[in-house]
């Protein structure tokens, strides 16, 4: 039972450089988010997802992108990475009812720009 | 708008103390509360949770009640482990509401170390 898996773990870039963080999930949930945290901040929710084909921007999108071609993936993409994008990055997949959201979560993936 | 405000840490206690770590949420509607542990090095994983006021969500020891009147969700333990230290996030959540549903809104964090 993977649940949801980020890749890769660590990764470390140069000012300019590009990348995509991988975050893929078995769990058949509709909905995928990504956030970013960073000391005293908590976690702030980036680019989100609420089905193949449909994304939507979070609490700080600028400088990311994503897409959702299928329900189990969701990458995360930086396309100039700036130090300010240094931070710890999470993926989610969550199911909602009537009553009540879940959401799982990756083990994370530690980002530095320098 | 919507925000979750957490006691800011660290907070240090001895083995067996009494933990309180407190939580307050801002909402327009009526979401749904959770706790999230954070251990070294690892993801965040759900402690606890629950839906609708009154409701006190528990596990491993731990347990907070929906109060709707004080907006707050407190987390507590009895007596605490060295194997508790982590860090403690507060959060809410909307159901059914709109296309954000699932959205998770945290607060900053607490840091929790047990000394033995």
């Known amino acids: 039972n993977a649940g949801v898996t980020q890749t890769p773990k660590f990764q470390v870039l140069k000012t300019g450089q590009s990348m995509t963080l991988q975050c893929a999930q078995d769990m058949n949930h509709e909905y995928m988010s990504w956030y970013r945290q960073d000391p005293g901040m908590g976690l702030r929710l980036i680019h989100y997802s609420v089905g193949a084909g449909i994304t939507d921007q979070g609490e700080v999108p600028n400088g990311y992108n994503v897409s959702r071609s299928t329900t189990e993936d969701f990458p995360l993409r930086l396309l100039s990475a700036a130090p300010s994008q240094t931070s710890v990055y999470f993926c989610?997949?969550?199911?909602?009812?009537?009553?009540?959201?879940?959401?799982?979560f990756g083990q994370g993936t530690r980002l530095t720009v320098v | 708008g919507d925000s979750v405000t957490q006691m800011e840490g660290p907070v240090t206690l001895s083995e067996e103390a009494f933990l309180t770590i407190n939580c307050t949420y801002t909402?327009?509607?009526?979401?749904?509360l959770f706790w999230y542990v954070q251990y070294p090095g690892e993801g965040l994983q759900l402690l606890l949770k629950?839906?609708?006021?009154?409701d006190k969500g528990s596990n491993k020891g731990f347990e907070a009640t929906y109060r709707k009147e004080t907006t707050s969700f407190h987390l507590e333990k009895g007596s605490v482990q060295v194997s508790d230290s982590a860090v403690y996030f507060c959060a809410l959540a909307f159901m059914n509401y709109g296309g954000s549903q699932g959205n998770l809104i945290f607060g900053k964090g607490t840091k929790l170390s047990v000394k033995p």
């Open positions: 909402a327009t509607g009526y979401p749904s």
């Open positions: 629950a839906t609708k006021a009154d």
């Open positions: 989610a997949s969550s199911y909602s009812t009537e009553e009540f959201t879940e959401a799982f």
